[in-house]
């Protein structure tokens, strides 16, 4: 038993117990769960996407250019980048990462960043 039903530190866990929840101490104990419902995707419409949500292809250097262009020293927002750039959002992300990891740039509070 998680916790005597008198102490009211234990009202969260038997609170679980008494709704069905099962004690899990190992994956599994969550697989046998679960494993009734994993073929049954196909009658709630769900299906696996047909490609990642994401480029996988890296910035040319026109993005790359682009993006740094945009940057100053006064700190401007990364959503403005996107906007201004034209870039995905992925593209911008990844740039302004290299741009870090060489010592270019410093992000600042509320998403912003700008050149050192």
Do not use: C
């Not at 679960?34 to 419409?45: D, L, S, T, Y």
């Not at 480029?55 to 993006?67: A, F, Q, Y």
């Not at 927002?77 to 870039?87: E, K, M, T, V, W």
């Amino acid at each position: 038993m998680p916790g005597s039903p008198l102490d009211p530190r234990s009202e969260g866990t038997n609170g679980l117990l008494k709704q069905g929840a099962i004690l899990a101490t190992e994956a599994d104990d969550i697989i046998s769960v679960i494993k009734p419902i994993m073929g049954r995707a196909q009658e709630f419409g769900l299906k696996e996407p047909d490609a990642p949500p994401y480029s996988t292809t890296e910035p040319n250097d026109n993005e790359r250019s682009r993006i740094i262009e945009l940057l100053g020293p006064t700190p401007v927002a990364i959503d403005d980048l996107i906007r201004l750039s034209g870039a995905t959002s992925t593209t911008v992300r990844v740039v302004l990462l290299e741009l870090e990891l060489a010592g270019r740039i410093t992000r600042h509070g509320g998403a912003m960043v700008s050149l050192l």
